[in-house]
T-cell receptor, first 107, second 120 residues
């Protein structure tokens, strides 16, 4: 079983729409959680950390459910520039990456 | 923010040759660097953890004699793919861990831009 599992998508949404997706993780000992963004053929870049109480950064909202071992990301008012692959990442002594969820925002 | 560089960004080589990839932390010292590999449409897979001044720690299934890692200084780690074969063609990404500070207590990993290796 993979440590981090994500729906690969793609999620195709119009500009201005809201899109949300989850990931599940298997290691209950994971200490911290992140969402990274990866553009085609580029390195991953940290989008936001995910805190137990849930947190928001502009149009992005992340939630963590430790009991069910899943993490979610919601993007409001989607922009064309939000088109990317979003990687769910957990951390115990090392980072474990999901394979990513692809989001395509169309005009 | 912190910057990590990788060189080269892209390399095409013949089967059987060795390829060396450099990873540098440009504005901070990194006692720990990580090497990842990513195949198309797959997740980043950690290959090894590189510790300055000591031997690298390899993940299960990664051949240490094939993927040589040297972390000679606090700002430089190198990965050498020895006797590369077409199945080694991949996107290799390094990251460097910046330790937490008083202002920013959490350790943060910064990724290099990656090296795309194609073995013919």
């Amino acid at each position: 079983r993979k440590e981090v599992e994500q729906d690969p998508g793609p999620f195709n949404v119009p500009e201005g729409a809201t899109v949300a997706f989850n990931c599940t993780y298997s290691n209950s000992a994971s200490q911290s959680f992140f969402w990274y963004r990866q553009d085609c053929r580029k390195e991953p870049k940290l989008l936001m950390s995910v805190y137990s109480s849930g947190n928001e950064d502009g149009r992005f909202t992340a939630q963590l459910n430790r009991a069910s071992q899943y993490i979610s990301l919601l993007i409001r008012d989607s922009k064309l520039s939000d088109s990317a692959t979003y990687l769910c990442v957990t951390n115990d002594y090392k980072l474990s990456f999901g394979a990513g969820t692809t989001v395509t925002v169309r005009a | 923010g912190a910057v990590v560089s990788q060189h080269p960004s892209r390399v095409i080589c013949k089967s059987g040759t060795s390829v060396k990839i450099e990873c540098r932390s440009l504005d901070f010292q990194a006692t720990t660097m990580f090497w990842y590999r990513q195949f198309p449409k797959q997740s980043l897979m950690l290959m090894a953890t590189s510790n300055e001044g000591s031997k690298a720690t390899y993940e299960q299934g990664v051949e240490k004699d094939k993927f040589l890692i040297n972390h000679a200084s606090l700002t430089l780690s190198t990965l050498t793919v020895t006797s590369a074969h077409p199945e080694d063609s991949s996107f290799y990404i390094c990251s460097a861990r910046a330790l937490g500070t008083e202002n920013k207590p959490t350790d943060t990993q910064y990724f290099g831009p990656g090296t795309r290796l194609t073995v013919l």
